[in-house]
């Protein structure tokens, strides 16, 4: 078991997000799957004492797609194409979840993605399935690539 890399800025792994979720992914090769251990401050609410819904849905967004680097191909670097989310019961804050991710169909250029964030019980809150896509090179030079490679890296304990 591995952890996967973070970014510095990003909402959901951002080390120097302020306001982020800072999670670390583990890859868990011999299940195939990546997971993380999360706990979301309340401050994430929509109703009071329960996760919002787009936080839900970026969180299971981020670990489906994290499922195409679980070989170590940290420059796996998919965008979500599309992404369906089930939501079946509500997600509490200040409560431990589990959240998964595995790949359904993998390719290089395009994945069938999933994931589904439970309680420590098992019992599974929500879910996705998702199309990753490669993007085109023209995006990496959009995105500052090059220089924001050097803070893409597995965060120390």
Partial sequence: MNKQPVSR??????RENNIGL??????HPEEGKVRAVLEIPEHFNGYPGFVHGGIVAAILDETSGRAIMIDGGNDRLFVTAS?????????????TLTVTGWVIKGGSMRAKVAAEIC?????CLASCK???????QEYYELWNWQ????HWKV???
């Avoid at 800072?22 to 890859?27: A, L, S």
């Avoid at 220089?147 to 050097?150: D, V």
């Fill in 22 to 27: 800072k999670m670390v992914w583990f890859n």
């Fill in 155 to 157: 965060p120390e304990d």
């Fill in 119 to 123: 309680l420590e019980d098992g019992k």
């Fill in 9 to 14: 800025t990003c909402f959901l792994c951002g």
């Fill in 83 to 95: 992404l369906e989310v089930k939501y079946r019961h509500p997600v509490p804050t200040n409560t």
């Fill in 130 to 136: 998702a199309t990753i896509l490669r993007p085109p």
């Fill in 147 to 150: 220089q924001e490679k050097e």
